[in-house]
């Protein structure tokens, strides 16, 4: 167990929809990575906060967004979904996130677009 | 945009065997990471690498950097079934703290 949650572990919902994903970083991390995992693409980074400010960005689609609450948990929100936007969604934390820390990566959103 | 290659993509190994998997990247970067993947697993953190030359090792795991050449190795020494899995190299440029994951290698050790 990493100690990083996510929430909900499964998702499935329509074209066109809108959804939240949420994540707990482990205690005491301020940085919260978001990446997205695909048959198409693979592993690719999207975005990254550090204490609730956005610290790099990734392929990340117009459609999605992301924020850092101040209780450091950090949401993903993906709008007007498509069926490519099926995919395992895992968000990661690290104490510092100035690349010299290991991430912890958490268990992962599974999204299927139907 | 920065490109990482790893190969092979599929590496099937007896146990006791040794292997290397490598990673190349396009452009310079004086960071990179190694994940192991289980299946239907979240990924976890094996190794970070830092600077040039570096080499760290985990029971039968060893893995270094070479920036001059855009090269990571991943060294599997003996290898048992435990070590079956996906293993992904990371890149990290150096500017804007993007990270650029490698296709990955499917490793599975046979008996």
């Known amino acids: 167990d990493s100690g990083v949650t996510q929430t909900p572990k499964h998702l499935i919902t329509a074209t066109g929809q809108r959804v939240t994903l949420r994540c707990s970083p482990r205690s005491g991390d301020l940085s919260v990575y978001w990446y997205q995992q695909s048959l198409d693409q693979g592993l690719q980074f999207l975005i990254q906060?550090?204490?609730?400010?956005?610290?790099a960005k990734g392929n990340i689609l117009e459609r999605f967004s992301a924020q850092q609450f101040p209780d450091l948990h950090s949401e993903l929100n993906l709008s007007s979904l498509e069926l490519g936007d099926s995919a395992l969604y895992f968000c990661?934390?690290?104490?510092?996130?100035?690349?010299?820390?290991?991430?912890?990566f958490g268990p992962g959103t599974r999204l299927t677009v139907l | 945009e920065l490109k990482v290659e790893q190969n092979p993509l599929f590496l099937s190994m007896q146990e006791g065997k040794n292997y290397t998997i490598y990673c190349n990247y396009s452009t310079t970067s004086d960071r990179l990471y190694w994940y192991r993947q289980d299946p239907g697993k979240s990924l976890e953190s094996l190794f970070v690498?830092?600077?040039?030359?570096a080499v760290k090792q985990e029971g039968r795991l060893m893995a270094s950097l070479d920036t001059k050449a855009r090269l990571s190795t991943l060294h599997i020494t003996a290898a048992v079934h435990d070590l079956s899995a996906t293993y992904f190299c990371?890149?990290?440029?150096?500017?804007?703290?993007?990270?650029?994951f490698g296709t990955g290698t499917s490793l599975t050790v046979i008996p």
């Open positions: 690498l830092l600077s040039n030359g």
């Open positions: 990661a934390s690290s104490a510092s996130g100035r690349g010299l820390d290991e991430q912890f």
């Open positions: 990371a890149v990290e440029r150096e500017t804007g703290n993007q990270f650029y």
């Open positions: 906060y550090y204490n609730g400010e956005e610290r």
